[in-house]
Nanobody, 122 residues
Framework: QVQLVESGGGLVPPGGSLRLSCAAS????????MGWFRQAPGKDRELVAG???????YYAESVKGRFTISRASAKNTVHLQMNSLKPEDTAVYYC????????????????WGQGTQVTVSS
């Protein structure tokens, strides 16, 4: 089993920045890729960024150039640096991990964090 704990959410004005972190513990050697999903009220949960053990990355079109995912392997931690935030980025952000290839669908992920709220508002 793998446990994921997110931190770093909060309230930020439009144009601001936040950094989310996800700390993994347990059977971390089973993890091949990790991702950050988000879910806004009334919308489906979507993958915004992912990273593999070999540091290949994926970004949703809506966040390219604004969000950066990175991995601190020694600490089993993944970060999501979010810059130039927009009101439409408001959502609960979830960290997820998979034993498989980096994919975009929820069903492909084996482990989930509890979620952290990000609110972009003036």
């Amino acid at each position: 089993q793998v446990q994921l704990v997110e931190s770093g959410g909060g309230l930020v004005p439009p144009g601001g920045s936040l950094r989310l972190s996800c700390a993994a513990s347990g059977a971390v050697l089973d993890i091949n890729a990790m991702g950050w999903f988000r879910q806004a009220p009334g919308k489906d949960r979507e993958l915004v960024a992912g990273i593999t053990r070999s540091d290949s990355t994926y970004y949703a079109e809506s966040v390219k150039g604004r969000f950066t995912i990175s991995r601190a392997s020694a600490k089993n931690t993944v970060h999501l640096q979010m810059n130039s935030l927009k009101p439409e980025d408001t959502a609960v952000y979830y960290c997820a991990a998979t034993r498989n290839y980096l994919r975009t669908k929820m069903v492909d992920y084996d482990y989930w964090g509890q979620g952290t709220q990000v609110t972009v508002s003036s």
